[in-house]
């Protein structure tokens, strides 16, 4: 499957506590995107990534919420102190080129649930 | 500020009837569209896309059609299957970011 993977599927943190979300891109998608879920609501953009660049993090919260794309590895969504409003389904999004005719492609998201 | 809104949270269809789903968007800056389907658990899955120079868009048995002078997006299932239920979102997009609908959610009866 050379699809995007994102793990771990589900996570449960405590508040306070940290969670990592990871996710790998399609083969040959060097553009990652993150988009966060609420519950009957639709995806919602968090933050664009290119390798080691940061390109758009407007969605993102400025507190607690970083992401990185590094130069080997996956990209990585990091929520420190975790609180009970970070619940939610967390896809990952990867893309061939930026912007222009070209559909993102998704993960099957990482299900968080914070105690 | 719901630039992209999905006013139907459900629809029901009989099985080999047209379904037909629908998407409208305040912001005459978005210049692509997309419709996405999602089952339970999974992540969205790519269906069709269109581009704001063309009003129609069609693979097999979706069809995609803008009407920009009403900022209205439609698809167009047909004909519908029972393993097209899911929940459907359309997305806009200026550039690289997608602005979603909040879906509606399909259900074709056998």
């Known amino acids: 499957n050379a699809g995007v993977m994102q793990n771990p599927r589900h996570l449960v943190r405590r508040r306070g506590q940290e969670a990592r979300l990871r996710c790998s891109p399609m083969?040959?998608?060097?553009?990652v995107y993150w988009y966060r879920q609420l519950p009957e609501e639709g995806l919602k953009f968090m933050v664009y990534?290119?390798?080691?660049?940061?390109?758009?993090e407007s969605g993102m919260p400025k507190e607690r919420f970083s992401a990185e794309f590094p130069k080997e590895g996956p990209s990585i969504l990091r929520i420190q102190q975790v609180v009970r409003g970070d619940s939610a389904a967390y896809f990952c999004?990867?893309?061939?080129?930026?912007?222009?005719?070209?559909?993102?492609?998704f993960g099957d998201g990482t299900r968080l649930s914070i105690l | 500020d719901q630039q992209v809104k999905q006013n139907s949270p459900s629809l029901s269809v009989q099985e080999g009837r047209i379904s037909i789903l629908n998407c409208d968007y305040t912001?005459?800056?978005?210049?692509?569209f997309l419709w996405y389907k999602k089952y339970p658990a999974e992540g969205p899955t790519f269906l069709i896309s269109?581009?704001?120079?063309?009003d129609k868009n069609e693979d097999g048995r979706f069809t995609v059609f803008l009407n920009k002078s009403a900022k209205h997006l439609s698809l167009h299932i047909v004909p519908s299957q029972p393993g097209d239920s899911a929940v459907y979102f359309c997305?806009?997009?200026?550039?690289?970011?997608?602005?979603f609908g909040t879906g509606t959610r399909l259900k074709v009866l056998a």
């Open positions: 990534l290119q390798k080691e660049n940061i390109i758009d």
């Open positions: 269109i581009s704001s120079i063309k």
């Open positions: 997305a806009a997009s200026p550039s690289y970011k997608y602005i």
């Open positions: 083969k040959g998608h060097s553009h």
């Open positions: 912001n005459s800056m978005f210049d692509y």
């Open positions: 999004a990867s893309s061939q080129d930026r912007g222009g005719n070209q559909p993102q492609h």
